[in-house]
């Protein structure tokens, strides 16, 4: 009875971990992505909706004691404009990551609009930014020492209204 249970705990076990495997996605440049991705890295990556080309896909490891390494994406849309994303590749960065242990920000500056959660080292933000071209809405989680960055490039065009009140209700929406 004890070799059976076993066997079948294992073999659910197998099956499961499969299962958790199968649905990450090994990015490659010059393909096209839609929905939420969740990458080789186990990051979830969400795109607005259309088809997105991965133009840049950069793996970066900064100098110093054990930071791990970092993963940066480009998907772009003709139609609508540019996605960035960075997150960890699969390690985890080490407490001396950020200076005197205060967790970065990348709303410093002019933010149009955004939000802001700060608790210890834990941080969530977004803000958005006129970029010539296009409205930039950027969001931010720092989490354990873990960085996730994700910016959407909205060409103004599509946007007929761009006043402070309509940008912080589409970013409180994206967000």
């Not at 929905?35 to 186990?42: A, C, E, L, P, V």
């Not at 080309?53 to 100098?63: A, G, R, V």
């Not at 960890?88 to 990551?97: F, H, I, L, V």
């Amino acid at each position: 009875m004890k070799k059976s249970l076993t066997k079948i705990l294992v073999s659910v076990v197998i099956l499961f971990s499969l299962t958790l495997s199968a649905n990450a996605l090994k990015l490659e440049k010059n393909n096209t992505y839609s929905g939420t991705i969740k990458d080789s890295n186990r990051n979830n990556i969400p795109l607005p909706p259309g088809e997105w080309l991965l133009t840049e896909k950069n793996i970066n490891k900064p100098k110093g004691r054990s930071l791990g390494s970092f993963v940066e994406y480009t998907f772009y849309n003709s139609d609508v404009g540019y996605v960035f994303y960075y997150g960890p590749k699969g390690t985890k960065g080490s407490a001396d990551m950020w200076v005197g242990r205060k967790t970065p920000s990348v709303c410093d500056g002019s933010p149009i609009a955004g939000k802001t959660k700060i608790r210890g080292i834990n941080n969530t933000e977004w803000c958005v930014f006129d970029d010539g071209e296009y409205i930039e809405f950027r969001n931010y989680t720092a989490q354990n020492f873990s960085s996730y960055y994700h910016a959407y490039y909205i060409d103004k065009i599509l946007l007929r209204d761009t006043s402070k009140s309509t940008i912080q209700s589409i970013g409180s929406q994206i967000f």
